[in-house]
């Protein structure tokens, strides 16, 4: 089986990485995608639009036209994935990352968790509708594995 898997949420550690390599080791038949991860270039993604009227160097219209930009990516990635793995770091907020478990939620796309322990109570509602929680991206790789059976 072939699965096609969305890799989203923090973008501070080499967890996407880790996954990819995990499932290369074990020969499995998977396609991976994500957003982009490079944090200025995620940030500029609007940049070359407007007519430079709304201060869009910065502030508000800067990030309200990047996030567009950048959703266009998104959804259409999430809308052609068979599963999302969605990571919360520890040390910061990803936001970003929540409101993809919300639109996997609202288009029955199945999704797993992956973060510690100590930040269960904040994404309580996440959790709740993911299809799995792991801790480790060993335990996302087994995963992966058993699904690919």
């Known amino acids: ?6 890799l989203s949420g923090e973008i501070h550690t080499d967890w996407r990485v880790q996954i990819i390599q995990g499932c290369q080791d074990a020969d499995l038949n998977i396609e991976f995608s994500s957003a ?3 944090h200025e270039e995620s940030d500029s993604a609007g940049d070359m639009l407007g007519d430079g009227q709304l201060d869009e160097k910065q502030g508000f219209w800067r ?3 990047s996030a567009k930009v950048n959703a266009i990516r998104t959804k259409t990635l999430i809308a052609a994935c068979d599963i999302a793995i969605i ?7 990803q ?4 409101f993809d478990a919300g639109y996997c939620a609202a288009l029955n796309k199945p999704y797993i968790t992956l973060h510690s ?4 109570h904040p994404l309580k509602e996440v959790d709740a509708a993911a299809h799995a929680w792991a ?6 790789v087994a995963s ?3 699904l690919c059976k």
Do not use: C, P
Request: net charge positive.
């Open 63 to 65: 990030d309200h036209k």
């Open 95 to 98: 936001w970003n990352a929540a």
């Open 1 to 6: 089986m072939k699965l096609n898997v969305y």
């Open 117 to 120: 322990s100590d930040i269960i």
């Open 135 to 140: 801790t480790s991206v060993d335990q996302v």
């Open 144 to 146: 992966l594995k058993y």
């Open 87 to 93: 990571r919360f770091g520890d040390k910061y907020k």
């Open 36 to 38: 982009i991860t490079d």
